[in-house]
């Protein structure tokens, strides 16, 4: 949870605890007991808000049927799970899934043998997948370069800790396998850290899936829509891939990246932290 | 400033003032019925400032204009500008320029040794961190253009289709009239294969944008930004990246561009006959 959000939380609860104060206000019996029940949906509301504010959102709005129109031509549906746009009587739909590939890895350490055979193989692996896909789609990465010094400052403080259970473990005479996997750790870090001080830049990545499905009605273009996510879920499960189908606020950060993407890092941090 | 900070502080702001009534206004001048649902509302107006975070895109519509169907914009997402390589829209005061730079790479897995594969997955892993700015790298897997050989044939057939009528009307003799009906037998069986699936094409390219106070700005920053790139991927690789211009980039953009529109009519009336019988 990122600092503005807990403020936010933090405000939103305070004004909750001032709804408690004032319901003597509200007098004794039922409306006491209304005035309880809101102020305690409230409550949970924000809580659920905090955590899944994707899903809650868009059941709210499946419930009261709201869709939206983000541009000219352009539609997206109660559930907020899809894109739609009418062209001569032809509706394309598109939806996005999120996709991290892989989480951006230094070459210095010591990659376990079954990730360099997962290297040699991915070429291939994509290939016959993408033989097999026979609708649209785009696989996009969006990368970006961090700040040197304060990830440098990250894996030092993470180094430390490892030190630190390092010694807790040496002490309380530990068994081999625990102190043989805190000292990989230590030097997976301290590569790390090393590639950083030879000039290597550290990179953020997001991984989305994005497919396009026809029909020539609404609900044909999205029924279209729903078997090539799957299908795509499918075939993307052979390159070890987790895949989340992207709802709410981030499908319309997603759309929007079709015109145009964040030009810098801080941005793109505040549009994705739950889906992705 | 971020947009949400000054709806939030608005909504808390109204939402404190009213819960401020409930308590201090006496029930003689504000009956309790009436203080019950200036309550709800203050939880209502708590529970949207906190959603203001991340939905302040949607609440701002949804007060306003009470509608099911919330118009958040009414304008083109984008134009592009008039040297046709640059994708330019509007954020706020400023404007985003967006390039599209194509990647031409034509290696294939199946004629690459162990070690070309190992090499290829690592040459991809440095693409993704050529650039300290946000870049975005695609593969796009899209249905190639048959619209204007379809077009053609469609065409080609009426004619034909009219000859024979012509033929009929005037009673040809039968070698004649059964020479035509061969042709458009012929051209028909053309088309019927041609619409019988999509072909495809798969490219790759990468997306970098932009922020100017002008047009012009906005876009000689993203051309700058794209050059840097395109001298890395060719390094990288060894082939000769281009900026994509005109009607091309509208691939990347525009739905319908990944499934032309005569490919997709000529499927759907297919798949239709094929229920139908």
């Given at each position: 949870?990122?600092?503005?959000?807990?403020?936010?939380?933090?405000?939103?609860?305070?004004?909750?605890?001032?709804?408690?104060?004032?319901?003597?206000?509200?007098?004794?019996?039922?409306?006491?007991?209304?005035?309880?029940?809101?102020?305690?949906?409230?409550?949970?509301?924000?809580?659920?808000?905090?955590?899944?504010?994707?899903?809650?959102?868009?059941?709210?709005?499946?419930?009261?049927?709201?869709?939206?129109?983000?541009?000219?031509?352009?539609?997206?549906?109660?559930?907020?799970?899809?894109?739609?746009?009418?062209?001569?009587?032809?509706?394309?739909?598109?939806?996005?899934?999120?996709?991290?590939?892989?989480?951006?890895?230094?070459?210095?350490?010591?990659?376990?043998?079954?990730?360099?055979?997962?290297?040699?193989?991915?070429?291939?692996?994509?290939?016959?997948?993408?033989?097999?896909?026979?609708?649209?789609?785009?696989?996009?990465?969006?990368?970006?370069?961090?700040?040197?010094?304060?990830?440098?400052?990250?894996?030092?403080?993470?180094?430390?800790?490892?030190?630190?259970?390092?010694?807790?473990?040496?002490?309380?005479?530990?068994?081999?396998?625990?102190?043989?996997?805190i000292r990989r750790k230590m030097s997976t870090i301290q590569a790390k850290i090393d590639r950083?001080?030879?000039?290597?830049?550290?990179?953020?990545?997001?991984?989305?899936?994005?497919?396009?499905?026809?029909?020539?009605?609404?609900?044909?273009?999205?029924?279209?829509?729903?078997?090539?996510?799957?299908?795509?879920?499918?075939?993307?499960?052979?390159?070890?891939?987790?895949?989340?189908?992207?709802?709410?606020?981030?499908?319309?950060?997603?759309?929007?990246?079709?015109?145009?993407?964040?030009?810098?890092?801080?941005?793109?941090?505040?549009?994705?932290?739950?889906?992705? | 400033?971020?947009?949400?900070?000054?709806?939030?502080?608005?909504?808390?702001?109204?939402?404190?003032?009213?819960?401020?009534?409930?308590?201090?206004?006496?029930?003689?001048?504000?009956?309790?019925?009436?203080?019950?649902?200036?309550?709800?509302?203050?939880?209502?107006?708590?529970?949207?400032?906190?959603?203001?975070?991340?939905?302040?895109?949607?609440?701002?519509?949804?007060?306003?204009?009470?509608?099911?169907?919330?118009?958040?914009?009414?304008?083109?997402?984008?134009?592009?500008?008039?040297?046709?390589?640059?994708?330019?829209?509007?954020?706020?005061?400023?404007?985003?320029?967006?390039?599209?730079?194509?990647?031409?790479?034509?290696?294939?897995?199946?004629?690459m040794e162990e070690e070309d594969k190992l090499d290829f997955a690592q040459q991809i892993s440095?693409?993704?961190?050529?650039?300290?700015?946000?870049?975005?790298?695609?593969?796009?897997?899209?249905?190639?253009?048959?619209?204007?050989?379809?077009?053609?044939?469609?065409?080609?057939?009426?004619?034909?289709?009219?000859?024979?009528?012509?033929?009929?009307?005037?009673?040809?003799?039968?070698?004649?009239?059964?020479?035509?009906?061969?042709?458009?037998?012929?051209?028909?069986?053309?088309?019927?294969?041609?619409?019988?699936?999509?072909?495809?094409?798969?490219?790759?390219?990468?997306?970098?944008?932009?922020?100017?106070?002008?047009?012009?700005?906005?876009?000689?920053?993203?051309?700058?930004?794209?050059?840097?790139?395109?001298?890395?991927?060719?390094?990288?690789?060894?082939?000769?990246?281009?900026?994509?211009?005109?009607?091309?980039?509208?691939?990347?953009?525009?739905?319908?561009?990944?499934?032309?529109?005569?490919?997709?009519?000529?499927?759907?009336?297919?798949?239709?006959?094929?229920?139908?019988?």
């Amino acid at each position: 949870m990122d600092d503005a959000k807990l403020v936010l939380l933090l405000f939103s609860l305070i004004v909750v605890m001032f709804g408690f104060i004032a319901l003597p206000s509200l007098g004794k019996g039922l409306l006491y007991d209304i005035g309880l029940l809101i102020l305690l949906l409230t409550a949970v509301f924000i809580l659920a808000m905090n955590w899944v504010d994707a899903k809650l959102f868009s059941t709210i709005t499946s419930i009261f049927g709201i869709t939206f129109q983000p541009a000219k031509d352009y539609k997206i549906n109660k559930q907020q799970n899809a894109v739609i746009k009418e062209v001569n009587g032809i509706f394309y739909t598109t939806g996005f899934i999120t996709a991290n590939l892989f989480s951006y890895t230094f070459k210095e350490e010591a990659a376990p043998e079954d990730d360099e055979d997962k290297m040699i193989n991915a070429p291939e692996t994509w290939e016959r997948m993408v033989m097999n896909i026979n609708f649209p789609f785009k696989f996009h990465v969006l990368a970006s370069g961090l700040d040197v010094q304060n990830i440098r400052d990250e894996l030092e403080g993470k180094r430390s800790y490892q030190e630190f259970q390092l010694s807790r473990a040496m002490q309380n005479n530990s068994s081999e396998t625990a102190i043989t996997d805190i000292r990989r750790k230590m030097s997976t870090i301290q590569a790390k850290i090393d590639r950083i001080s030879a000039g290597e830049k550290p990179i953020a990545t997001l991984m989305y899936i994005e497919t396009t499905a026809i029909g020539v009605s609404e609900k044909a273009s999205i029924d279209a829509l729903e078997g090539q996510i799957n299908q795509l879920r499918l075939s993307f499960s052979s390159l070890d891939v987790e895949t989340t189908r992207v709802i709410g606020r981030e499908l319309y950060s997603l759309f929007n990246f079709n015109f145009s993407i964040p030009t810098d890092f801080k941005q793109l941090a505040n549009m994705f932290d739950q889906q992705s | 400033m971020a947009n949400y900070v000054g709806m939030f502080l608005g909504l808390i702001l109204a939402s404190v003032i009213l819960i401020g009534i409930v308590m201090f206004v006496p029930s003689l001048l504000l009956p309790t019925y009436i203080k019950i649902i200036i309550f709800i509302v203050a939880m209502v107006l708590d529970a949207m400032a906190f959603s203001s975070r991340y939905y302040s895109y949607l609440l701002s519509p949804m007060l306003k204009q009470h509608k099911k169907h919330l118009v958040l914009s009414n304008e083109n997402p984008y134009w592009v500008a008039q040297s046709g390589d640059t994708i330019l829209r509007k954020s706020g005061e400023d404007f985003i320029a967006t390039v599209y730079i194509s990647i031409p790479v034509y290696r294939s897995a199946t004629e690459m040794e162990e070690e070309d594969k190992l090499d290829f997955a690592q040459q991809i892993s440095r693409l993704v961190g050529l650039s300290k700015d946000p870049t975005r790298y695609t593969t796009e897997l899209y249905v190639m253009n048959k619209d204007s050989y379809i077009q053609q044939l469609r065409e080609t057939i009426t004619m034909t289709e009219n000859e024979e009528a012509q033929l009929q009307s005037n009673d040809a003799p039968k070698n004649e009239l059964d020479r035509v009906r061969g042709k458009l037998a012929m051209w028909r069986n053309m088309l019927d294969s041609i619409s019988k699936g999509y072909s495809f094409e798969l490219s790759s390219y990468i997306t970098v944008s932009a922020t100017g106070t002008k047009e012009y700005e906005a876009s000689s920053l993203a051309q700058q930004k794209a050059r840097e790139l395109m001298s890395g991927v060719g390094s990288l690789f060894g082939v000769p990246p281009s900026i994509i211009t005109g009607n091309d980039l509208l691939r990347f953009v525009e739905p319908e561009y990944l499934i032309p529109i005569s490919t997709v009519t000529e499927q759907i009336s297919k798949n239709i006959q094929e229920q139908v019988i």
